[in-house]
């Protein structure tokens, strides 16, 4: 990972929220990803803020007909963490959110779009999370939130949310290989770009980053990206809720975080999810995860 020196730049303020849920997925652990991530953390002092947040798991849904599972806990989670990102966000930081599953990503991307007006975002995932509560299979609420975002499928997820939604112009997917027929669908109706891990493995992850990266950022006044651990092939980082074969390997992962840091003076808000200690393997993904974390904290 070729990563910028930060003493270079000015330090920016993060403030390091974790959110501690898997209310949005059937399977269990990925709520307990945030709090091991940041033990032991290696960065600067200045980072001084980390808040936690924890979602109530009692009596979890995890009906296989059920096609809103966990659909008022997570809205009460949501809701709060929101609230945490925007004042976050009032006091002069830039908010890192940790999940957690990807259903935390609706309150942690629509606040900062709230207090940012106009951002694109990048969706950096094995899926495609534009589902909607018509064309959900599973009903777990963590493959709807980007379309949630988008203001595709806003109904029953967004009602505390109060400003503009992401275009999906501006809204593009990195590393999206297991979409559901119906989604596909759906990512097409609404115009969304989507880079493939073949894409990637012919065009250089690199080349992909630059341009998902201008793809978000024409017309707008910066980006949120939200970086999915479950992108990286399960054999490299097994600890994940729902791994997905094919994925990228370790040099494209590290090298999506050079290209966000090369660009961090457009990145008002970030998320690292997804990882699930109950599933790693002899703390694999635990190690890639924290260097990522640390190589965003370090050098944005």
Known sequence: MNVINRKEDKMRNINIINANTDLGVAVDGACLGPDLLTEHLKCPKEIRAIYKIYA????????????KKNLKNINIFN?????????TIDKGYMPLTLGGDHSLVIASALASINRNKNLGIIWIDAHGDYN???TTITGNIHGIPLAAID???????????EGNYYNPENTVIVGGRDIDPLELENLKDAGVKVFTTEDIHKMGMKAVME????????????MHISYDIDVIDPKIAPGVSVPAVNGINLDEAYEAVDCIIKHKKELKSLDLVEYNPTTDIKNKTKIIAKTI???FINNL
């Open 56 to 67: 109530h798991e009692d009596n979890k849904e995890k009906e296989a007909d059920n096609k």
């Open 293 to 295: 974390l640390e190589s």
């Open 132 to 134: 909607t509560f018509d």
């Open 211 to 222: 341009e998902a990266i201008a793809i978000a950022l024409k017309g707008t006044k910066g």
């Open 79 to 87: 809701e709060q963490l929101y609230n945490i990102v925007l004042d």
């Open 151 to 161: 203001g595709y499928e806003q109904r029953f997820l967004t009602d505390f949310h």
